[in-house]
């Protein structure tokens, strides 16, 4: 029994040292840090954008929808992000007036005004401030649309087409929800000049127009850089 425990405790003996020198020569590895995604705003992207819109004043009130298309570029230096963006839309976007007209030797007939935006869109210049996948900012620039004006008399009726241009300015956010795709909301006032219907006889003041709008923009380019 004697010789076995001596056995034994030579064998710890020789074995200690070489566990030592062992765990010595052993390299240390840092973990891994977590890579971190950096958003870059430059470059170019199309969407798909659709909201409401209402008339500023007037009674009867035009107000209703519109989707359509948008198409921009964005430059970013440090936080500061420009860029220019059109969109063009389909619109419905009415409001109409009914009465009674008296004809003498006829009586009373129903008649009916009409107005219908049934096409809009913008070119417009941004500037903003990002916070890595959020874009705050502000947007102004030229406004169109295209309005119809139709005039129903008993079975009759006539309609007359005006292309209306002015400006608009407004305010939105945007954010990255994944590497290439953003989403943003945005407010638009639009202020569009008047024009003459039907060969001057009926001439028709400026339309005002409130609209808020959603959007989902593809980025080309990949916006996303990694970072360590």
Known sequence: MKKVLLASACLFALAAP????????????????AMASVYNWTGFYLGIVGGGAWEDSNSPRMQGGFVGGTAGYNWQTSNVVFGVEADGAWADVSASAA???FVPGIGGIPASVSSKTDAMGTVRGRIGWAVNNVLLYG??????????????????????SKFHSGWTVGAGVEAFIAPQWSVKGEYLYRSLGGETYFSGAVPSGSLNFHTVQVGVNYHFGGPVVAKY
């Open 99 to 101: 009465g009674t007209v």
């Open 18 to 33: 070489a566990s030592a020198a062992d765990l010595a020569a052993r390299p240390y590895t840092k973990a891994p840090v």
């Open 139 to 160: 947007t102004g620039g030229y406004a169109w649309i295209d309005n119809k004006v139709t005039a129903t008399l008993g079975p009759l009726s006539v309609s007359d």
